[in-house]
Structure formats: structure tokens, C-alpha cells
């Protein structure tokens, strides 16, 4: 079984734009969809379709308000099947996080 991937960051904005961000990231990514999105326990998770990289992954996004206008992220991978030798759990994490941070800072992707 393929161990997931995790990645911790922090954003300066406000939980609630965080929480909207990632959602908005997650629904404009090619083969993704969004599973579940929480606000009750900040979690959303979403579910990538089998790639030539991946018999499909499970990606959850743990968002909690650190202080007031600061937000930790945290964002795991795990994909379905055997192994992931070509780092897909890897490459979904950096790019939500990568996505969000874009969407927070008003940048286009």
C-alpha cells in the first residue's frame, strides 16, 4: 500500500476565505471532484479520477484558524492501488497548495 503524502502551510487571510478557496481549487481541477466540503470541521475532500499516473486518489484539506486572519492548511494524499512510483500523492498536494495560494492572492491559473 502507497503511503500518503502531507504537506502544512499557512495562509494570512481569514479561515473562511481559505475554506472558499480550496473548494473553488479543488472544482477547477481536470478529473477531481469534490466529495465533501464541511465548514462545521473545516475538512474538505475530493476524489481524482484514474489517471496514466494513478488508479484515482483521495485528497482531504484540513483548514483550521490559527488566529485571527492567519489559517493553517493541511493537505493529504493517498491514491488508490499498490504504489505511486511516479508521485502522484506528492504532485496533487504541492499543486492544491500551490492553487490556493494563487486564488488568495488574486493571481489567474
Given at each position: ?6 504537506k ?21 481541477f ?27 486518489a ?52
Amino acid at each position: 500500500m502507497p503511503q500518503p503524502y502531507e504537506k502544512v502551510a499557512e495562509f494570512e487571510h481569514p479561515w473562511e476565505e481559505v475554506f472558499r478557496a480550496a473548494q473553488t481549487c479543488i472544482q477547477g481541477f481536470p478529473k477531481m471532484a469534490l466529495l465533501v466540503a464541511d465548514r462545521a470541521t473545516g475538512r474538505v475532500v475530493a476524489f481524482q479520477a484514474v489517471t496514466l499516473r494513478s488508479f484515482g486518489a483521495t485528497v482531504v484539506v484540513d483548514i483550521g484558524q490559527v488566529s485571527v486572519g492567519r489559517t493553517r492548511v493541511r493537505v493529504w494524499s493517498a491514491i488508490a492501488g499498490l504504489y505511486d512510483l511516479l508521485g502522484k500523492n506528492k504532485s496533487n498536494v504541492n499543486a492544491i497548495l500551490r492553487a490556493i495560494d494563487e486564488e488568495l492572492s488574486g493571481a489567474t491559473t
